[in-house]
Nanobody
Framework: QVQVMESGGGLVQAGESLRLSCTVSGLRFGVSNLGWFRQAPEKEREGVAFIRWTDDRTEYADSIKDRFTISRDNAKNTLYLQMNSLKPEDTAMYYC????????????????WGQGTQVTVSP
C-alpha cells in the first residue's frame, strides 16, 4: 500500500523559513518523479516545485523561484521543500505528489497525493 505523508508546516512570520518533508513508502521512490503543489482558500491548486528522477532536473513556479528549493534523499525515501523568505501570499496547504511521466506531473496529473501540511505566513 502506497503511503505519502507531509510534515513540517506551521505558522511563521514573513521573512522566516520552513522546511517541508514528504516521506513515501510502498513504491520505487528512486525512480519516481516528485513534486509539491499548494492550494490557498478559494484558489486553484498551483504547482510549486518538481524534481525528475532521471537526472534531478528541477522546475519551479515563478512566484517562488530563488526562494524555495526542492531536493530528495533516495536513501530515506524523503522529498524536501526548503522555503526561505516566506511571504503572506505563500500561505496555503502544501501537498506532496508522486507521478509517472514528468510532463504529466507538471500538469497536476499525479499518481499519488499526500494529505497536505498547512503553511501560514503572517505579515
Amino acid at each position: 500500500q502506497v503511503q505519502v505523508m507531509e510534515s513540517g508546516g506551521g505558522l511563521v512570520q514573513a521573512g522566516e523559513s520552513l522546511r517541508l518533508s514528504c516521506t513515501v513508502s510502498g513504491l520505487r521512490f528512486g525512480v519516481s518523479n516528485l513534486g509539491w503543489f499548494r492550494q490557498a482558500p478559494e484558489k486553484e491548486r498551483e504547482g510549486v516545485a518538481f524534481i525528475r528522477w532521471t537526472d534531478d532536473r528541477t522546475e519551479y513556479a515563478d512566484s517562488i523561484k530563488d526562494r524555495f528549493t526542492i531536493s530528495r534523499d533516495n536513501a530515506k525515501n524523503t522529498l524536501y521543500l526548503q522555503m526561505n523568505s516566506l511571504k503572506p501570499e505563500d500561505t496555503a496547504m502544501y501537498y506532496c505528489a508522486v507521478g509517472d511521466f514528468f510532463p504529466d506531473l507538471l500538469d497536476g496529473k499525479a499518481s499519488y497525493w499526500g494529505q497536505g501540511t498547512q503553511v501560514t505566513v503572517s505579515p
